[in-house]
């Protein structure tokens, strides 16, 4: 079953806007990735945020984790087109077991 | 990061026959996990493979369907036997490149068609 639900399915904005993706999960968890696919590719590691930490930053990514709501949001400043893709979370279902639930994904589409 | 390549990348199949996916990782790594994405939706973990051990499976996933091998530390095969036209997907092999960062790399994936 899927452990994290996004919000948006899916997303479209103009280039240098931001984009805002939401992810809910049901247990508790150690960790919270997020991570980028293209085109049905293999997908790509964007950010860990950890369950004791409450926002991180990389380049233009900020991800934040609210673990009293088991939610978490990912923000895409000053989007360009390469930024589209599907952007998933993931979580360690069962903590210490390296096993990760991806969730259901936005797609994001940036439009130049 | 690691660089894992996996065979074949796309492959057009006839129901009932098997295809095995090779993955190859750069690095020796404890864990290797294969992964299904069906059209449009999100991953789901098949299995997780240790070098010396049996796979194991999550539920819905049974090893007469989907027989792994885990060779040595930096190679994994999952096969998909008597395909059926819902095995159309994308497998993806995936790595945690050091244990217990949680940050997983992943393949470029092998796109199923089965007819």
């Known amino acids: 079953s899927q452990q994290g639900e996004e919000d948006p399915q899916a997303l479209s904005i103009q280039e240098g806007e931001n984009a805002t993706m939401n992810c809910s999960y049901k247990?508790?968890?150690?960790?919270l990735q997020w991570y980028r696919q293209n085109s049905g590719r293999g997908l790509v590691h964007l950010i860990l945020i950890r369950s004791n930490e409450r926002e991180k930053h990389s380049g233009r990514l900020r991800v934040t984790l609210d673990t009293s709501k088991k939610s978490s949001s990912l923000l895409i400043t000053a989007s360009r087109a390469a930024d589209t893709a599907s952007y998933f979370c993931?979580?360690?279902?069962?903590?210490?077991?390296?096993?990760?639930?991806f969730g259901t994904g936005t797609r994001l589409k940036v439009l130049a | 990061s690691a660089v894992i390549s996996q065979k074949p990348s796309r492959d057009i199949c006839q129901r009932g026959t098997s295809l095995t996916i090779q993955c190859q990782v750069d690095s020796q790594v404890t864990m290797m996990f294969w992964y299904r994405q069906q059209p449009g939706q999100s991953l789901t973990l098949i299995a997780t493979a240790n070098q010396g051990s049996e796979a194991t499976y999550e539920s819905g996933f049974v090893i007469d369907k989907f027989p792994i091998s885990r060779p040595n530390l930096t190679f994994s095969t999952l096969t998909v036997s008597n395909m059926s036209p819902e095995d159309s997907s994308i497998y993806l092999c995936?790595?945690?490149?050091?244990?217990?960062?949680?940050?997983?790399?992943f393949g470029e994936g092998s796109r199923l068609t089965v007819l």
């Open positions: 995936s790595v945690e490149r050091q244990l217990g960062t949680g940050e997983l790399f």
């Open positions: 247990t508790s968890i150690n960790n």
């Open positions: 993931a979580t360690d279902a069962t903590p210490g077991t390296y096993k990760y639930i």
